[in-house]
T-cell receptor, first 113, second 117 residues
Framework: GNSVTQMEGPVTLSEEAFLTINCTYT??????LFWYVQYPGEGLQLLLK?????DKGSNKGFEATYRKETTSFHLEKGSVQVSDSAVYFC????????????FGTGTRLLVSP | DTGVSQNPRHKITKRGQNVTFRCDPI?????LYWYRQTLGQGPEFLTY????????KSRLLSDRFSAERPKGSFSTLEIQRTEQGDSAMYLC???????????????FGPGTRLTVL
């Protein structure tokens, strides 16, 4: 079946630290991969996506590369800010023509000044 | 259009009562999705519509749950005879049909938080 596994949180960092949140997936076929972010009190927002192997998604200083050989899509940011504090969800869509999303359990990021 | 809206934002009900939630998608979006999110978990897919047609239902959607999208615009999700295990955040999302070949990102609403006492 299709599933997503991401590192448990919370991840606690100081401002300007480097961030990595690990995500691995299991899927048949060629899934599309996503990172969604949920800020306190707000709905889920798409942060970035990648639709095929070796694609790099990027947005707001965050990056993730679709690695088919390791079935991974790790989220990175070179210098986090307090405003990045949120819950981050890795997700996949089993195939490009259908967008049912399969989510990981989420990783809470806490950034302190 | 300011995005996907959901009403109510919060609902507290007693076990055994029926509840109904509404989702208004982005107006030009013909796909509409329902997800459920329990505390500490990621959202889980429940069902989706292409226009007014309900095309897939998860096995999570027991026979107490029913969803409609009668005119291909807003959708309702009804839970009959609620149980405490139904307590969760119910999320709605909408998108363009991916067969259009353009950006088909799912946009999520703020959710309806259900508490069953």
């Amino acid at each position: 079946g299709n599933s997503v596994t991401q590192m448990e949180g919370p991840v606690t960092l100081s401002e300007e630290a480097f961030l990595t949140i690990n995500c691995t997936y299991t899927a048949t076929g060629y899934p599309s991969l996503f990172w969604y972010v949920q800020y306190p009190g707000e709905g889920l927002q798409l942060l970035l996506k990648a639709t095929k192997a070796d694609d790099k998604g990027s947005n707001k200083g965050f990056e993730a590369t679709y690695r088919k050989e390791t079935t991974s899509f790790h989220l990175e940011k070179g210098s986090v800010q307090v405003s990045d504090s949120a819950v981050y969800f890795c997700a996949l869509s089993p195939y490009s023509g259908f967008q049912k999303l399969v989510f990981g359990t989420g990783t809470r990021l806490l950034v302190s000044p | 259009d300011t995005g996907v809206s959901q009403n109510p934002r919060h609902k507290i009900t007693k076990r055994g009562q029926n509840v109904t939630f509404r989702c208004d998608p982005i107006s030009e979006h013909n796909r509409l999705y329902w997800y459920r999110q329990t505390l500490g978990q990621g959202p889980e897919f429940l069902t989706y519509f292409q226009n007014e047609a309900q095309l897939e239902k998860s096995r999570l959607l027991s026979d107490r749950f029913s969803a409609e999208r009668p005119k291909g615009s807003f959708s309702t999700l009804e839970i009959q005879r609620t149980e405490q295990g139904d307590s969760a955040m119910y999320l709605c999302a909408s998108s363009l049909d991916p067969s259009y070949g353009i950006n088909n990102e799912q946009f999520f609403g703020p959710g309806t938080r259900l508490t069953v006492l």
